[in-house]
């Protein structure tokens, strides 16, 4: 768990998110009692972050700002997480194993490249690259002129 913000009366703490699931979940606890007073995590039925309180709990217009504020900027993270357009960069290869050592050595993991191994012209279909690699083994590849001739008419 992480504190992601403290205020004058709150703070707000973020699970450890399990592997299957998409978004946080975020504890609001009282400063001074340390108790959890409600928590703040994703209603698919809106498609928003909304805020859950306890029973019983009492609520100023202050606290229910920060409230507020931390599901804006949630949202706003998650807009724009979703609006980061994926790169698509095609790996000419000579077969897969070279395609592995090319990503073992090459590889960086910058949260919006995918990479595509290319071994044949079919492995093109249903892609649109950004940008295209070709390994040193590739020209050994049977398909090699085939494949470029491929590149060439779906990149137009």
């Known amino acids: 768990m992480e504190i992601?913000?403290?205020t004058k009366y709150l703070v707000f703490i973020k699970e450890d998110r399990p592997e299957n699931k998409k978004t946080d979940t975020i504890i609001v606890s009282n400063i001074h009692h340390n108790l959890t007073i409600g928590y703040i995590k994703w209603y698919s039925k809106w498609r928003q972050y909304c805020f859950f309180p306890y029973g019983d709990t009492i609520w100023n217009i202050d606290c229910l700002e920060e409230i507020n504020?931390?599901?804006?900027?949630?949202?706003n993270e998650r807009k724009?997480?979703?609006q980061t357009k994926i790169r698509i960069v095609g790996v000419v290869s000579y077969?897969?194993?070279?395609?592995?050592?090319?990503?073992?050595?090459?590889?960086v993991d910058d949260?919006?490249?995918?990479?595509?191994?290319?071994t044949k012209p079919s492995d093109c279909d249903c892609y649109r690259f950004d940008e295209i690699i070709v390994t040193t083994k590739a020209l050994d590849n049977p398909n090699s002129d085939v494949i470029k001739k491929h590149l060439k008419k779906i990149s137009c």
Do not use: E, H
């Open 95 to 107: 077969n897969y194993i070279d395609f592995n050592i090319w990503i073992d050595d090459n590889w």
């Open 69 to 75: 504020n931390l599901i804006k900027d949630l949202m």
């Open 4 to 6: 992601i913000k403290t």
């Open 111 to 118: 949260g919006i490249s995918k990479y595509v191994c290319i």
């Open 80 to 82: 724009v997480s979703s």
